[in-house]
């Protein structure tokens, strides 16, 4: 499956720079931001985002919304004219490719600041066991343009990434 790196749901803006010992405020947080980076802390490999990824928030609410390069597309009329059985492979093939990779991702919950943790729980998701779940990353570096989180990746908890954001509006 897709490697779904859920610190996405860890964009932030800001209007200006934070000290390390200061805490964002909430109203720093709203805006629309895309993921630019993000970096193994472990091994110190930094890799270019492999998909177009934004993260909106607004006073309470966030979303995510992702996808890679290369997804399929099938024209509406050729669409219409598939049976239900190849609508559904299309359908399929909108969210997954033929490896079983996810090349569409989208979430959305409500969010919350504690100090420099920015916790979120998704109340949807495409990939469902992120319902619910209270996740929180770090917020280390926060700007104008820029945006820096860290914390655990879904898949291995173990792996501790930083993500790189800029704003886009």
């Not at 193994?40 to 909106?56: C, F, M, N, S, Y």
């Amino acid at each position: 499956m897709w490697k779904l790196d859920l610190l996405t749901a860890c964009a932030v803006a800001a209007a200006c720079t934070l000290p390390a010992q200061n805490t964002p405020r909430p109203a720093d947080l709203r805006g629309t931001w895309e993921l630019v980076s993000s970096k193994d802390l472990k091994i110190g490999t930094v890799t270019p985002a492999q998909r177009t990824e934004w993260i909106q928030f607004t006073r309470t609410h966030f979303s995510v919304t992702a996808m890679s390069a290369g997804r399929k597309s099938v024209p509406p009329a050729q669409y219409d004219s598939l049976s239900p059985e190849e609508r559904i492979k299309v359908d399929y093939s909108r969210v997954f490719d033929e490896k079983g990779n996810q090349v569409f991702a989208a979430r959305a919950g409500t969010w919350r600041l504690v100090g420099n943790e920015l916790h979120q729980t998704a109340s949807m998701a495409i990939y469902a066991p992120l319902i619910g779940v209270d996740r929180s990353a770090k917020i280390t570096k926060l700007s104008k343009t820029t945006l820096v989180v860290a914390g655990a990746s879904l898949g291995s908890p173990d792996v501790i990434t930083e993500l790189t954001y800029r704003r886009i509006d």
